[in-house]
């Protein structure tokens, strides 16, 4: 079945480390989001992918990065400039980014920090 | 931005009851979606339903947009309907959220 894989579903990071998180989709859609989830709260988007080798910051890009290198591929990088990384983490993917057409979301990450 | 507010912010249901959840915008959206996250994170598309009425199953939404508003009735709830319900709207390039209407489903 088509869908949307994040990994992993629990990570841990150490002061001053990087970790990456993995979003793979093989529902052949173009567009690609990262999102921000914090406790009680609605989702927030940290950046987006339009096509291949493309990003743009969302609205709270500072302290990670991307790459799209791939179309079945979005992974998202937090850094270490990241100061309050624990949060959960969706992936989503839709045709396009100005479209339609709804997005759909992976299982999500959990990051913590030890 | 447009701001979105949903009602009410927490409820809680015996099984079998019926409810509605709503959201409001200050402004018109576009491509309004219904969201179910479960107690475990994940997100699950319900509906995509920028105009009208659509119906799944037990579930069934209305949206109208002249009035600014969207509606979420759940009949028959059940304990797996516990969790947190999100409408959103696209503005340009992303998904704005609510804050979310949380939901208990009692046996």
């Known amino acids: 079945d088509g869908g949307i894989t994040q990994s992993p579903k629990y990570l841990f990071r150490k002061e001053g480390q990087n970790v990456t998180l993995s979003c793979e989709q093989n529902l052949n859609h173009d567009a690609m989001y990262w999102y921000r989830q914090d406790p009680g709260q609605g989702l927030r988007l940290i950046y987006y992918s339009q096509i291949v080798n493309d990003f743009q910051k969302g609205d709270i890009a500072e302290g990670y990065s991307v790459s799209r290198e791939k179309k079945e591929s979005f992974p998202l990088t937090v850094t270490s400039a990241q100061k309050n990384p624990t949060a959960f983490y969706l992936c989503a993917s839709s045709t396009r980014v100005y479209s339609n057409q709804p997005q759909h979301f992976g299982d999500g990450t959990r990051l913590s920090i030890l | 931005g447009i701001q979105v507010e949903q009602s009410p912010p927490d409820l809680i249901l015996q099984e079998g009851a019926n409810s509605t959840l709503r959201c409001n915008f200050s402004?018109?959206?576009?491509?309004l979606q219904w969201f179910h996250q479960n107690p475990w994170g994940q997100l699950i598309n319900l509906f995509y339903i920028p105009s009208g009425t659509k119906q799944n199953g037990r579930l069934s939404a209305t949206t109208v947009a002249t009035e600014r508003y969207s509606l979420l009735y759940i009949s028959s709830s059940q304990t797996t309907d516990s969790g947190v319900y999100f409408c959103a709207y696209r503005d340009t390039d992303k998904l704005i959220f609510g804050t979310g209407t949380r939901l208990q489903v009692f046996p």
């Open positions: 402004d018109s959206v576009n491509n």
